[in-house]
């Protein structure tokens, strides 16, 4: 079994920073993409930012300049530092990944949990 727990969310004004973090743990093989989405309320979820193993990167055009994805391999971790934060950017945030377990040889896809960011004007 393996699980996403995700932290970091909560309150900022606009303009501030915040810093989400997403643990993977469990029988993991190995996990090739890791990512971050977003829900606002009466939204569908969309793609905030993607880091494959190697390092390679790809934002959404509404967050790039202003967030930043990186993951740490040693601890199945990836991290999303948001900065110039936006009203707009009010949302539950889940992390996502891309997992091959030692039970499966095929990779499933895993979600966190979401973690919530609020945005005030």
């Known amino acids: 079994q393996v699980q996403l727990v995700e932290s970091g969310g909560g309150l900022v004004q606009a303009g501030g920073s915040l810093r989400l973090s997403c643990a993977a743990s469990g029988s993991i093989l190995s996990i090739n993409v890791m990512g971050w989405y977003r829900q606002a309320p009466g939204k569908q979820r969309e793609l905030v930012a993607l880091?494959?193993?190697?390092?390679?990167?790809n934002y959404a055009d509404s967050v790039k300049g202003r967030f930043t994805i990186s993951r740490d391999n040693a601890k199945n971790t990836v991290y999303l530092e948001m900065s110039s934060l936006k009203p707009e950017d009010t949302a539950l945030y889940y992390c996502?990944?891309?997992?091959?377990?030692?039970?499966?040889?095929?990779?499933?896809?895993?979600w966190g949990q979401g973690t919530q960011v609020t945005v005030s004007s």
């Open positions: 880091i494959t193993r190697g390092g390679r990167t």
């Open positions: 996502n990944a891309d997992v091959t377990s030692f039970k499966l040889s095929i990779p499933v896809d895993y």
